[in-house]
């Protein structure tokens, strides 16, 4: 079984900075889009950023210039970098994965817990 597991979130004042991690674990031959999506209490869940296995990015109208994602294919793990936070940025974030667990295997798709991000003064 695979599992996904965040870290980082928590409470930042206005203007100030995260970094969330995403480590995946378990039976992985290969890692292929990972993202990271939000939901605010009554939105619905939303993409905030994507990154392909060979690098290409795309994000959210509303992220863009103020968080940077990333990955790091030696360790299973995707971050994404948040800066200049805003209180509209409050919300659980979720990592996102589609992961081939053995060779020869079609890919699944796997959701983390989510971590809490809450921007306030």
């Known amino acids: 079984q695979v599992q996904l597991v965040e870290s980082g979130g928590g409470l930042v004042q206005p203007g100030g900075s995260l970094r969330l991690s995403c480590a995946a674990s378990g039976r992985i031959f290969s890692i292929y889009d990972m993202g990271w999506y939000r939901q605010a209490p009554g939105k619905q869940r939303e993409l905030v950023a994507h990154?392909?296995?060979?690098?290409?990015?795309n994000y959210a109208d509303s992220v863009k210039g103020r968080f940077t994602i990333s990955r790091d294919n030696a360790k299973n793990t995707v971050y994404l970098q948040m800066n200049s936070l805003k209180p509209e940025d409050t919300a659980v974030y979720y990592c996102?994965?589609?992961?081939?667990?053995?060779?020869?295997?079609?890919?699944?798709?796997?959701w983390g817990q989510g971590t809490q991000v809450t921007v306030s003064s």
């Open positions: 990154i392909t296995s060979g690098g290409s990015t």
């Open positions: 996102n994965a589609d992961i081939i667990g053995r060779a020869g295997m079609g890919n699944d798709n796997y």
